[in-house]
């Protein structure tokens, strides 16, 4: 078959089976709700409310820096441009120890259900890291008497790139994917400034890969002649 042909035939094949390949759900792409937080300090912690829900999870964010004292103090920042933005962290030694901590439910608890979204996946983007460092990833479920139920997922950093987290194992935990009252990234110890671009619950990895493959083939189809 020609090359050309390989491509519209793969074209098709993802057209025709992407309805069953879900789209990822945005928890937080940080094109709202801009901030400049540093520690120690009081203003060590930011709350953004309102945002559009279509860009931060039930519209709110809160957002915490910890160093671990006055010798070693750590910035956090948000600045809104016409680019994919981020939260910028910078400390002015790396070597001591640092957190950034993001939640989602703060305030109020989400009671958001992932299942029904079909997406057993988590995604964090670092789109500048070093290497070095923890990110976390945490659900939580608070049950009839509050009691609290809490799994964290962390992946070691190896620079910038996508850390997906399988979401099923929380119900080890105690977690409900159907009723998720708490998000929360937390990046300790990393070894140098860094950003986070995206959060996101996503499908699993293959088929993220797979929807990318179909962009690709549809582009090239569009300046061929491809016929079923």
Same mark, same amino acid.
């Given at each position: 078959m020609?090359?050309?042909?390989?491509?519209?035939?793969?074209?098709?094949?993802?057209?025709?089976?992407?309805?069953?390949?879900?789209?990822?759900?945005?928890?937080?792409?940080f094109?709202?709700?801009?901030?400049?937080?540093?520690?120690?300090?009081?203003?060590?912690?930011?709350?953004?409310?309102?945002?559009?829900p279509?860009?931060?999870?039930?519209?709110?964010?809160?957002?915490?820096?910890?160093?671990?004292?006055?010798d070693?103090?750590?910035?956090?920042?948000?600045?809104?441009?016409?680019?994919?933005d981020?939260?910028?962290?910078?400390?002015?030694?790396?070597?001591?120890?640092?957190?950034?901590?993001?939640?989602?439910g703060?305030?109020?608890?989400?009671?958001?259900? @992932?299942?029904?979204?079909?997406?057993?996946? !988590?995604?964090v983007? #670092?789109?500048e $890291?070093? +290497?070095g460092g923890?990110?976390?990833?945490?659900?939580?479920t608070?049950?009839?008497?509050?009691?609290?139920?809490?799994?964290?997922?962390?992946?070691?950093?190896?620079?910038?790139?996508?850390?997906?987290?399988?979401?099923l194992?929380?119900?080890?935990?105690?977690?409900?994917?159907?009723?998720?009252?708490?998000?929360?990234i937390?990046?300790?110890?990393?070894?140098?400034?860094?950003?986070?671009?995206? @959060?996101?619950?996503?499908?699993?990895?293959? !088929?993220?890969?797979? #929807?990318?493959? $179909?962009? +690709?083939?549809?582009?090239?189809?569009?300046?061929?002649?491809?016929?079923?």
């Open positions: 020609p090359y050309g042909r390989v491509w519209c035939a793969l074209a098709i094949l993802v057209s025709a089976a992407s309805p069953a390949v879900r789209a990822g759900v945005t928890i937080d792409n094109e709202e709700g801009p901030f400049s937080i540093k520690g120690p300090s009081p203003f060590s912690a930011w709350t953004s409310e309102g945002l559009n279509a860009n931060t999870l039930r519209g709110e964010r809160e957002s915490n820096v910890q160093p671990a004292g006055v070693g103090p750590v910035s956090a920042s948000l600045t809104l441009t016409d680019a994919d981020g939260v910028a962290v910078t400390m002015t030694d790396p070597a001591a120890p640092n957190r950034l901590l993001l939640t989602y703060w305030r109020i608890p989400l009671d958001y259900n @992932v299942v029904a979204t079909g997406l057993d996946y !988590a995604l983007r #670092l789109d $890291a070093p +290497v923890t990110l976390g990833f945490s659900l939580r608070y049950g009839p008497n509050r009691e609290i139920y809490q799994g964290t997922a962390e992946r070691p950093i190896t620079g910038p790139g996508d850390y997906v987290i399988p979401l194992p929380f119900a080890g935990a105690g977690v409900s994917r159907s009723d998720v009252d708490m998000i929360q937390e990046l300790r110890d990393v070894m140098g400034a860094y950003r986070v671009s995206d @959060v996101s619950f996503v499908p699993e990895p293959w !088929a993220t890969s797979l #929807l990318a493959v $179909a962009s +690709v083939a549809l582009r090239r189809r569009g300046r061929s002649t491809c016929r079923r």
